[in-house]
C-alpha cells in the first residue's frame, strides 16, 4: 500500500505491515508517553511504520458507572504531545459530528467505530477534515458491504480512508474473524486487522466486557499470513488496572516478541 496517505508515518523499505497500537484510552500523559516510547523503540527497531492509538473519550460502554475519560481536550492535548514528541501520527475514535472538527486539530487519523460505520453524517463529518480515515467493520456488516462506507469518504473528495476488520458477532457473546474478508476489503482500501478487539467478548452479565488476550498471536499470525496491510493492537503496562478493554489488551511487556514474529512471517509470504 502507499503510506504517503498518513502524514508523519515513517517510510521503510521492509515491506512490512503498519502498526496502530496504544492502550484503549488516553488515562493520563504519564502512561501514554511511557507506553509510546517503549511502542517507538521496538518498531524503529523493526522497521515497523507506527501510529500511536488511544481514545480520547469512551462512548460506547455497556454500563452508566464505567470510564470514559478525563475530558476530552486534556486527552487530544497528550495525543499531541505523543505525536510531537516521537514524532509519530496518532489516530482516535470519534463518535459525534462535532468531534470530527475538534479531534482532527490534534490527530493525524480519525476512526469511525464499528457500531458507528453506517452513520453517514459522522462519516462525511470526518472526511470533510481532510484527514486519513479509518473505518471500522460493524460487527453486524458483511466485507463486501464496506464498499458503501469507503465511497462515503472518497465522495467528499478525500482518498484518504483505511478499513480495518474487528471481527463479525458469533452468537450473543463472542466474535469470530473471518479471513475470506480481508481480500475482499483490500479492494476498497488498505485494510487493518483489529486483533485484541476482534478477541472480545462482549455482553457479558457483570456489564463489563470480557476477552481471549491468550489468542492475539493467532490470529495476528493468520492476519499476516492472509496479507493485512496493517496490525491494530491495544496493549497496556497493566492490562488488569486498564480503565477500558483490558480483558482483551496485551501485555506491553509481550508486545516485542509478538511483532518479532509477525515481520519473519511477513518477510517469508513476501517472499512466495
Do not use: W
Not at 488511544?54 to 470514559?68: E, L, P, V, W, Y
Not at 486527552?75 to 459525534?96: G, M, N, Q
Not at 482532527?104 to 460505520?117: E, H, T
Amino acid at each position: 500500500m502507499n503510506l504517503d496517505l498518513i502524514p508523519k508515518i515513517k517510510h521503510t523499505q521492509s515491506k512490512n505491515f503498519f502498526l496502530l497500537a496504544g492502550p484503549c484510552a488516553i488515562e493520563g500523559e504519564e502512561m501514554a508517553l511511557r507506553i509510546a516510547e517503549k511502542i517507538v523503540g521496538i518498531t524503529n527497531k523493526l522497521e515497523i511504520p507506527y501510529i500511536f492509538k488511544g481514545s480520547f473519550k469512551k462512548a460506547n460502554r455497556s454500563r452508566i458507572d464505567s470510564f470514559t475519560g478525563i475530558g476530552d481536550e486534556k486527552a487530544l492535548k497528550i495525543l499531541k504531545k505523543v505525536s510531537e514528541t516521537f514524532d509519530v501520527p496518532t489516530v482516535t475514535d470519534i463518535h459525534e459530528v462535532s468531534d470530527a472538527a475538534m479531534a482532527a486539530q490534534f490527530v493525524d487519523v480519525l476512526q469511525i467505530p464499528a457500531f458507528l460505520v453506517r452513520q453517514t453524517d459522522l462519516v462525511v463529518a470526518a472526511a470533510e477534515t481532510g484527514k486519513v480515515v479509518n473505518l471500522k467493520k460493524g460487527q453486524f456488516m458483511s466485507p463486501e458491504s464496506m464498499k458503501h462506507a469507503v465511497t462515503k469518504v472518497t465522495d467528499c473528495n478525500n482518498n484518504q480512508v483505511l478499513i480495518t476488520d474487528r471481527g463479525t458477532m458469533f452468537g450473543y457473546q463472542d466474535m469470530i474473524v473471518d479471513f475470506r474478508g480481508i481480500p475482499t476489503m483490500k479492494q476498497f482500501a488498505p485494510t487493518v486487522l483489529d486483533v485484541t478487539h476482534s478477541l472480545q467478548q462482549p455482553n457479558q452479565s457483570a456489564g463489563v466486557t470480557g476477552g481471549r488476550p491468550e489468542m492475539i498471536s493467532t490470529i495476528a499470525r493468520a492476519g499476516i499470513a492472509v496479507g493485512v496491510d496493517g496490525i491494530f493492537i491495544e496493549t497496556h503496562f497493566d492490562p488488569k488496572n486498564a480503565k477500558s478493554d483490558g480483558a482483551n489488551m496485551l501485555d506491553l511487556s509481550l508486545l516485542e516478541k509478538l511483532l518479532t514474529d509477525l515481520v519473519a512471517i511477513r518477510k517469508t509470504v513476501n517472499a512466495l
